[in-house]
């Protein structure tokens, strides 16, 4: 009877271990994909040469500007219908500790969206030759959607 009780908190243990490093892996994304931002915009402020011009050709202009809006919008509505508090915490409800299994890729993909904002300044700003400033906002809008992005877990009862 001792040994059924020991090897039931065991695997309680280990269960609980097992949970805690899975809450881990989208902290670990989210900040990897917070560090890429950071990246681009090094490399416009750092690596580029001077700008080519202060005039950006306008289909460079024009296809950072509509991919960085089109991936915002995007990320903003799978954030909302999916990822809502409301929302994670019924399928906390439903399917305990699991539900991070069926929200995980949904966050992959808003911050992917917030990743493509940035990658449409450094579009502009790098491919296009404008001055590197011009990544900042881009940078400043991802950064801001990844924060609020951040990972939620439901407190546990």
């Not at 439903?94 to 911050?111: D, L, N, P």
């Not at 990658?119 to 011009?134: M, S």
Request: aromatic content about 16%; proline content about 4%; hydrophobic content about 50%.
């Amino acid at each position: 009877n001792y040994s059924k009780l020991n090897s039931s908190r065991k695997m309680q243990e280990l269960d609980q271990k097992s949970n805690n490093a899975t809450k881990l892996v989208p902290w670990i994304i989210w900040g990897a994909l917070n560090f890429s931002l950071l990246t681009y915009v090094f490399l416009c402020f750092f690596v580029r040469k001077e700008p080519v011009s202060d005039l950006v050709p306008d289909a460079i202009y024009r296809s950072g500007l509509g991919i960085a809006f089109g991936a915002g919008l995007i990320s903003i509505l799978v954030f909302r219908a999916k990822l809502s508090r409301e929302k994670i915490n019924q399928l906390y409800q439903t399917h305990g500790h699991k539900y991070i299994a069926s929200v995980f890729q949904f966050y992959i993909f808003c911050w992917a969206m917030n990743e493509v904002i940035c990658i449409g300044g450094f579009l502009i700003t790098f491919v296009g030759g404008a001055p590197a400033q011009n990544i900042i906002p881009y940078f400043a809008v991802a950064m801001f959607l990844n924060l609020v992005m951040a990972p939620f877990y439901p407190k546990i009862k």
